[in-house]
């Protein structure tokens, strides 16, 4: 599961592979790694998506570094561009 956690394991899978009855096999599962078969895979894929996250730089944060007049949100962008401030803004949305 470990090796090949992007594939899907229903517990039927499992339990073909260990030779033993579905509920046997989720009793000795949770006994060795305190947690169900499902929920174990579910967090070997999240663990290795936030290694991924983390050893990687996304492609879209490398895009806006290379844009030099990209200092501020777009939104921002458009109010300063039509001339409406924040604070007006932010004003007229309060009761």
């Not at 899978?13 to 949770?30: D, P, Q, T, Y």
């Not at 998506?49 to 895009?63: E, F, H, M, N, Q």
Request: aromatic letters at 6%; proline letters at 6%; one cysteine or more.
């Amino acid at each position: 599961m470990d090796a090949t956690s992007q594939e899907e394991w229903p517990v039927e899978r499992l339990v073909r592979i260990s030779n033993v009855s579905e509920a046997h096999f989720a009793r000795s599962f949770k006994e060795a790694f305190g947690v169900p078969p499902l929920r174990y895979l579910l967090t070997r894929r999240i663990e290795r998506a936030k290694a991924l996250l983390r050893d990687s730089v996304p492609g879209c944060y490398l895009s806006a570094a290379n844009r030099p007049d990209l200092t501020i949100a777009v939104l921002e962008k458009r109010r300063l561009e039509a001339g409406v401030s924040i604070a007006s803004s932010n004003e007229s949305e309060m009761p």
